[in-house]
């Protein structure tokens, strides 16, 4: 019964909320609230909950959370917010020994985090979602253990969204489309001169008139002579998702 509830991503989680004495639950800064996983947040109900805002650097924006949980802005590219987050921990606690469950979606950032915490490469990471794989210790001090396991997101949320929140592999994905103009439209709203700019294309307020300039100016022709828009999502999304497109 055990082995068949650590198989069960879920299950690995209920048992990772309960070994835990805190819990840091890992959001990514560009969407806080669509990467926080309230059946997270429900399950760790009664447990210190900490919520790491990761990779604050891709974004300019530090928005004041209505929550009564505390949060923290990290960034393990930057090197910053690594103090508060160890004193937020260990925050009204006498205990000598702590394991703390560090959880969310997938490629939200935890190995980076990790191995920022523990000061060396302690954790794998990657490109892509789901390089974690089983559940692994990692002591960050003699004080704290951290309790680390793959990301894991509702099972009912739509694919698009996850590929939005890049907890999809792009490549894995038959219409990225539509994902890359609702990515389009974030900027429009939000920033759109760094997407003008990234791609080296004329402004526009027009998402698929966007993503034909990226396609062109990126010279992705087909035989037939038209524009391979296939081929300019992918790329507008896998740089979003890598990062190398900030917001």
Sequence with gaps: MARKTMRNPFGRI????????????????????????????KLARGKRLIIAINKSDLTNERPILKTRLDYVYVSSKKKQGKK?????????????????????????GKS????YLV?????????????????????????????DSPGVYPRKEG????????????????????????VISLFIKKNPNRLFEYFDIKPSNNPNKILNSIAERRKLILK?????????????IRDYQKGKLKL
Aim: hydrophobic content about 40%; cysteine-free; charged content about 30%.
């Design 84 to 108: 508060k987050l160890l004193d937020l921990i260990v925050q009204n606690t006498k205990k000598d020994h702590l394991k703390v469950g560090i959880l969310g979606y997938p490629d939200v």
């Design 159 to 182: 694919r698009i969204s996850l590929v939005m929140k890049s907890a999809v592999d792009i490549d894995k994905f038959e219409d990225p489309e539509e994902v890359a103009l609702r």
């Design 14 to 41: 209920k048992w990772i909320i309960k070994e835990s004495d805190a819990i840091i639950e890992v959001v990514d800064a560009r969407d806080i609230e669509g990467t926080r996983n309230q059946a997270i947040e």
């Design 119 to 147: 000061g060396r490469k302690a954790v794998k990471t990657g490109a892509t979602p789901g390089v974690t794989k089983g559940k692994q210790y990692i002591r960050i001090s003699e004080r704290i253990l951290l309790i």
């Design 112 to 115: 980076s985090l990790i191995n």
């Design 224 to 236: 037939a002579g038209e524009l391979n828009i296939y081929e300019a999502a992918k790329i507008l």
